[in-house]
C-alpha cells in the first residue's frame, strides 16, 4: 500500500511538471504590434455572446484570432511608444495591462493587432493617442 502510494506521488509529480513544460511552451513569445481602443457596450462579444466578462477584455485581430481559438485566452499587452506625433509619449502607469480575449476585430475595420477595452488601454496609455506601439504576450 505504501509502496503504490508513493508510485502514485511520483508519477503525479511527472504528471505535474511534463504539463508545466507544455504550458510554457504553448505559450507563445512576445510579439510587437498596435493596439487601438473601443467602448462600451461590450456585450454581444465574438466568443461568448451576451456574457459580461467584465472590463479588462480585448478583441483579437486576425493575426491571431485564430478562428475564435483566441477565445477566452490571456494577452499582457505593454505601450511601448506613440504612432502619431500629436502624442509622442503616450504610455502611462506601469505601462502594461492583461486582458482576456473576448471578441473578434474584423478586417476591414480593424485598425490595430488587438482592440483593446477603453479602460484597458487608459490604463496603460492616453486614449488621445488612439493607437499605440506595443508589445504582446499570451500568458
Ligand atoms: C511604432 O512602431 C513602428 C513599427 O515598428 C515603427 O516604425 C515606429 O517608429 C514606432 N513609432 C514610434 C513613435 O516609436
Known amino acids: 500500500m505504501a509502496v503504490q502510494l508513493h508510485f502514485s506521488f511520483v508519477s503525479l509529480t511527472a504528471l505535474f511538471i511534463l504539463s508545466l513544460s507544455s504550458i510554457n511552451s504553448l505559450t507563445s513569445a512576445q510579439d510587437s504590434g498596435t493596439a487601438t481602443y473601443y467602448t462600451p457596450p461590450y456585450t454581444p462579444s465574438a466568443c461568448y455572446g451576451f456574457?459580461?466578462?467584465?472590463?479588462?477584455?480585448?478583441?483579437?485581430?486576425?493575426?491571431f484570432w485564430n478562428d475564435g481559438g483566441a477565445c477566452g485566452q490571456m494577452y499582457q499587452v505593454t505601450c511601448l511608444s506613440g504612432t502619431n506625433e500629436g502624442t509622442p509619449e503616450p504610455c502611462l502607469g506601469s505601462?502594461?495591462?492583461?486582458?482576456?480575449?473576448?471578441?473578434h476585430c474584423p478586417p476591414g475595420s480593424c485598425r490595430g493587432t488587438i482592440d483593446l477595452s477603453q479602460e484597458a488601454?487608459?490604463?496603460?496609455?492616453?486614449t488621445d493617442a488612439g493607437?499605440?506601439?506595443i508589445s504582446y504576450q499570451q500568458i
Open 121 to 126: 488601454f487608459e490604463s496603460i496609455a492616453d
Open 95 to 103: 505601462g502594461s495591462v492583461v486582458v482576456k480575449i473576448v471578441d
Open 51 to 63: 456574457e459580461d466578462d467584465g472590463v479588462m477584455i480585448a478583441a483579437a485581430s486576425d493575426t
Open 131 to 133: 493607437v499605440i506601439n
